[in-house]
C-alpha cells in the first residue's frame, strides 16, 4: 500500500520540471529559484491533503507555484524600492545573440504586470488556452485577448 508520503513523492517527481518552470519565469537567480522551488514543495504538501481533484493536478501545481511566485515578486519589488540591489540575470551556455535576445525578451516580459506576465510565460511554457485560463482563473477568450495583446506590447518595445 502507498503511502501518502510516497504518493506525494512521485507527484513532484513527475511535476518538479513544471515547478522550476515557474520559479525561472520569476528568477534567474539561483539561489532564488531553490528558495522559492522549496517554499512551492512546502505548500504543495501543506495543500495536498485538500485537493480535491475538481481540476487537473497539473493546473493545481501551476496555481499554487504561480501565487507564490507571484507573491515573491511583490515582495522583492517593495524591497527593491527600499533600496535592495536587484539579482543579476544569470549567464547560460549558448550563442550570445541568442542569450543577448532571450534575456531582452526576459527584460520585456518582467516589465509587464503579474497577470500579463503569468499569461505569456505559459503559453511559452506549450500550455494550452483552456490550462492557462483554469490556472488563472480567467475565460478561454480572455487568454486570447491577453496574449494577442500581449506579444503586440513585446513587438513596440523596440
Known amino acids: ?41 512546502l505548500r504543495l504538501w501543506q495543500g495536498y491533503d485538500g485537493f480535491e481533484g475538481r481540476s487537473d493536478i497539473r493546473t493545481w501545481i501551476y496555481r499554487v507555484a504561480l501565487n507564490y511566485c507571484i507573491n515573491f515578486s511583490n515582495k522583492r519589488k517593495r524591497e527593491r524600492t527600499r533600496g535592495t540591489t536587484a539579482r543579476e540575470a544569470a549567464t547560460s551556455d549558448g550563442d550570445l545573440e541568442k542569450r543577448m535576445q532571450m534575456k531582452q525578451l526576459y527584460e ?7 497577470v500579463d506576465r503569468s499569461v505569456i510565460l505559459l503559453w511559452l511554457e506549450g500550455l494550452s488556452y483552456e490550462e492557462i485560463g483554469a490556472i488563472l482563473g480567467i475565460s478561454v477568450k480572455n ?10 506590447r513585446l513587438k513596440k518595445n523596440d
Request: net charge negative.
Open 108 to 114: 520585456r516580459i518582467n516589465k509587464l504586470g503579474l
Open 143 to 152: 487568454v486570447s485577448f491577453k496574449l494577442v495583446r500581449i506579444k503586440e
Open 1 to 41: 500500500m502507498e503511502t501518502k508520503e510516497q504518493r506525494f513523492s512521485q507527484l513532484v517527481k513527475e511535476h518538479e520540471q513544471t515547478i522550476y518552470a515557474v520559479c525561472y519565469m520569476f528568477s534567474r537567480d539561483a539561489e532564488d529559484v531553490d528558495d522559492l522551488h522549496q517554499e512551492i514543495l
